[in-house]
């Protein structure tokens, strides 16, 4: 069973830059890509950022340019580095590792 840990959540005011932090237990972390998720209340869950094993990244066209996506593979951690953070970034933030784990999300409070 493989276990995702989401960090890095909290309250912050708009304009702001959080990162956040996905320590992953599987041994096969660096050959597997790795995805950060959102969902806002009412909202279904969307892909937000995507990064490969070769560090190739893919991003929603809401949070291009604002949002970066990364990994260690030596520490099995994928981080989301959000700068410039709005109200509608406002949701639990998931990281996957698109083979059905899940980790149970953090915070991201965004105020005006």
């Known amino acids: 069973q493989v276990r995702l840990e989401e960090s890095g959540g909290d309250l912050v005011q708009a304009g702001k830059s959080l990162r956040l932090s996905c320590k992953s237990s599987?041994?096969?972390?660096?050959?597997?890509?790795m995805h950060w998720y959102r969902q806002a209340p009412g909202n279904e869950r969307e892909l937000v950022a995507s990064i490969g094993r070769l560090g190739n990244t893919n991003y929603a066209d809401s949070v291009k340019g604002r949002f970066t996506i990364s990994r260690d593979n030596a520490k099995n951690t994928v981080f989301l580095q959000m700068n410039s953070l709005t109200p509608e970034d406002t949701a639990l933030y998931y990281c996957?590792?698109?083979?059905?784990?899940w980790g149970q999300g953090t915070q991201v409070t965004v105020s005006s």
């Open positions: 599987e041994m096969r972390f660096a050959a597997l890509p």
């Open positions: 996957t590792n698109g083979r059905g784990s």
